[in-house]
């Protein structure tokens, strides 16, 4: 069974279509790459699956159930998390609290059991702890785990972006533009944490202009293109298809690729 499902998707701004009629899967265990020039709907495309904006019409289902419409915070509790374009953290905030923030799903105890200290409480906020220093060293950010957020380098917050959303345990990670405003450095890195992320078994769709990053990465890609999907298919298939070439690739990359 598909993990992800988009059926028929249709948004509408105005009399403006951004996603016109897209229908896409994601198997379990894919990493898949989602490509496209700008203003082609890859990110009103993510914002529909995890319940940001409600679809015009169609449906999107994930793993095997409806969750068309469904706010933000229900569609993280499935399983199905996402990063932003834009640096999303705390920045006031430190590391590790930042982290911990991305944890909330996994806790039972109330707030009232938060406010005497209960047993309960206290073992799930000991285990909290512990799971979200585990996952900072994953990234590459322990050490950095009591300063706070904003006095990290650029490439570090966005490891933050997505230690934050793995603290969500996410069966489908979402990763929009995680490479963005990088340096060849920084992207080696957040390739490598991204490639780990799958091979532990997280199923991930990414959006990112890179196309170094997108090649070397994906299995399969999606290309977008005026809100409708223009093909899919392995990374050599796509990086010579004349289509997406044309429309987004350019002439210069088919002499490189």
């Known amino acids: ?16 279509a951004a996603i016109s009629h897209v229908n896409m899967e994601v198997q379990p ?28 019409s169609g449906r999107v289902r994930y793993a095997g159930q409806d969750i068309t419409g469904c706010p933000p915070h229900v ?10 374009q834009k640096i999303n953290v705390f920045a006031e905030l430190t590391v590790l609290d930042n982290v911990l923030i991305g944890r909330h799903l ?14 309960c409480y206290r073992g799930e906020e000991r285990s909290s702890r512990a799971a979200a220093l585990r996952t900072l060293a994953f990234v590459g950010l322990a050490g950095w785990e009591y300063r706070q957020a904003k006095h990290l380098p650029f490439g570090l917050q966005r490891a933050l972006g997505i230690a ?17 405003g990088m340096n060849t450095e920084e992207k080696r890195k957040i390739s490598d944490i991204i490639r780990r992320i799958h091979a532990g078994g997280t199923t991930v769709l990414l959006v990112e202009h890179d196309m170094n990053v997108v090649m070397s990465l ?12 223009l093909m899919e298919g392995a990374p050599e298939q796509v990086q010579h298809d004349p289509r ?10 088919r002499r490189t690729a």
């Open 1 to 16: 069974m598909s993990l992800l499902v988009c059926t028929d998707l249709l948004k509408q701004f105005g009399g403006l």
């Open 29 to 56: 265990g894919e990493l898949v790459g989602l490509i496209g020039p700008n203003g082609a709907g890859k990110t009103t495309l993510f914002n529909l699956i995890t319940g940001f904006i409600r679809p015009t």
């Open 75 to 84: 569609i993280g509790s499935l399983g199905l998390v996402r990063t932003f």
């Open 106 to 119: 996994h806790l039972s105890a109330g707030f009232s059991r938060a406010l005497v200290q209960s047993r």
């Open 164 to 180: 934050t959303a793995l603290a969500a345990e996410p069966k489908l990670l979402l990763l929009d533009e995680p490479a963005s």
């Open 218 to 229: 994906c299995q399969r890609i999606v290309v977008l293109d005026a809100g409708s999907v």
């Open 244 to 253: 997406v070439i044309e429309v987004y690739l350019g002439k210069s990359y």
